[in-house]
């Protein structure tokens, strides 16, 4: 674990960027159910593609409206202007999402703990592990404290020596070893896990982003 002096400069970090932190978190815990969908479809996107470009194709698909109209998504993925990665692979979960996101809605609306919901989400939706599974129920305001291990954070929690090494992969195992060991790291610095989140992103990319 890093010394004091490095973590009284992180401490000091969050403070100043606090304020945008919780106003970005508040923005999520506001988003309605009418844009799970969309929200669930960028999480689906994102594993080895950018931010930005998960982004514009979920704006693309938006404007479609690929959820009420039947759409051959994979064009769309595959353009290159927002290039999807695995863009065949991709198409065909969103396409698997759609016919089945009456009952991610009801499970998501039963009251079940954050932890319970993630498990839920990756074992019923094609696509997703437990990364996406955590920044889908963040996006949406649900996600109670789960930990999203990105490279970003496990870069960071590596240099606070939060954990010794960068995994090469996360098994279920590896990934609730680390986010307990990122949740204790949360308690020493005094930062809430949903606020170092945005943190070490906004260190890594220079915006509290999604």
Known sequence: MKNNAHLLQL??????????????LANFSQV?????????????????TSAEH???????????NFERREINPEPILADKR?????HRTKSKHLIRLKQEMHTV??????????FVLREWLVKNVMGLGYKEATHFLRNIGKNGGLAILDRH??????????????????????YLSI???????????GIPV????????????????K
């Open 105 to 114: 809605h009801s499970a998501l609306s039963n009251g079940a703990t954050s």
């Open 82 to 86: 927002h290039y999807i990665r695995f």
């Open 32 to 48: 309605p159910a009418s844009e799970y969908f969309y929200e669930l479809l960028y999480c689906l996107l994102t594993p080895q």
């Open 179 to 189: 986010e307990k060991r990122f949740m204790k790291f949360s308690e020493r610095v």
């Open 11 to 24: 401490r000091t970090l969050y403070l100043s960027r606090k304020k945008a932190i919780r106003s970005r």
């Open 153 to 174: 954070i496990l870069r960071n929690l590596k240099r606070y020596g939060a954990i010794r090494s960068l995994p090469d992969t996360l098994s279920r195992k590896q």
């Open 54 to 64: 998960a982004g514009r194709t979920v704006e693309e698909l938006k404007r479609l």
């Open 194 to 209: 949903d606020e170092l989140d945005l943190l070490f992103w906004s260190m890594e990319t220079g915006e509290i982003r």
